[in-house]
């Protein structure tokens, strides 16, 4: 049989519990809001090249970042293909995951003429960017730096 004082315990218990999930939602935010601050700001001119690893064809790469909110990046990359072929390429890349100065960037866009969707993860740091991307009959990476 359950006494007043054993009820009485079991109401605060149930009262408290929505402290509790308060207070660790409130400590998730403060700790969110610490690892966000870390991000960095990958807006400008980047510079490296592209490779297939698919075909071992590799090339300069050309990239422009503009950060159109917190959590997406406007990125334009431009190259060249055999020495001689240029290639241009818009996506929008947004932030999976970041702490410590280093953010995780994903995207992924369908070409549309049968050549698939191109998907691209990326690992970046104020100053290096290293990209992993596939496509329908290719896979390769990007690696660049921020242009001085």
Not at 51 to 65: A, D, I, Y
Request: aromatic share 12%.
């Amino acid at each position: 049989m359950l006494k007043s004082r054993d009820f009485d315990s079991l109401l605060i218990g149930v009262i408290e519990m929505p402290r509790r999930v308060l207070g660790t939602m409130f400590a998730l935010c403060v700790c969110a809001g610490t690892a966000s601050a870390q991000i960095p700001d990958l807006s400008g001119k980047w510079s490296g090249y592209w490779q297939s690893e698919t075909t071992g064809h590799t090339g300069p790469l050309h990239v422009r970042f503009r950060q159109l909110d917190s959590e997406t990046y406007r990125v334009s990359f431009h190259g060249r293909f055999a020495k001689v072929v240029p290639f241009w390429y818009a996506t929008k890349f947004h932030v999976a995951g970041a702490g410590d100065g280093v953010v995780q960037l994903s995207a992924s866009q369908n070409l549309g003429l049968g050549l698939g969707t191109f998907t691209t993860t990326a690992l970046a740091t104020a100053t290096s960017f290293d990209a992993r991307y596939s496509a329908r009959k290719d896979s390769g990476r990007f690696v660049m730096s921020r242009r001085q």
